[in-house]
Nanobody, 126 residues
Framework: VQLQASGGGLVQAGGSLRLSCVAS????????IGWFRQAPGKEREGVSC????????YYADSVKGRFTISSDSAKNTVYLQMNRLKPEDTAEYYC????????????????????WGKGTLVTVSS
């Protein structure tokens, strides 16, 4: 099983980045796939996730209206378009998969993750 994330980098506040996550070794459509982030001294936060089987998505309140998640089942890839980035978005972003799917009223990965990959660092300068 692999979840390979890419696309992080350094950007000024107000800028954009697109993260990609290529999944392999499991059935893409059977999982909610997305990102959680971890910043120094802060709790882990489920940022966004998508269930490609039914199109359900979830966004944390902190990113609603700025981030957009999408998936390409033919490429087993999930994308996170991040616009109007803020310094508080600075964190290590990890791609993860959860077989429990997206649970109404709950954040991504509320009960944990089945798989996750190495992080990609996003740094937003003010």
């Amino acid at each position: 099983v692999q979840l390979q994330a890419s696309g992080g980098g350094l950007v000024q506040a107000g800028g954009s980045l697109r993260l990609s996550c290529v999944a392999s070794g499991f059935t893409f459509e059977d999982y909610a796939i997305g990102w959680f982030r971890q910043a120094p001294g802060k709790e882990r936060e489920g940022v966004s996730c998508i269930s490609s089987s039914d199109g359900k998505t979830y966004y944390a309140d902190s990113v609603k209206g700025r981030f957009t998640i999408s998936s390409d089942s033919a490429k087993n890839t999930v994308y996170l378009q991040m616009n109007r980035l803020k310094p508080e978005d600075t964190a290590e972003y990890y791609c993860a998969a959860d077989g429990a799917g997206i649970i109404p009223g709950k954040p991504c990965f509320h009960y944990g993750t089945d798989y996750w990959g190495k992080g990609t660092l996003v740094t937003v300068s003010s």
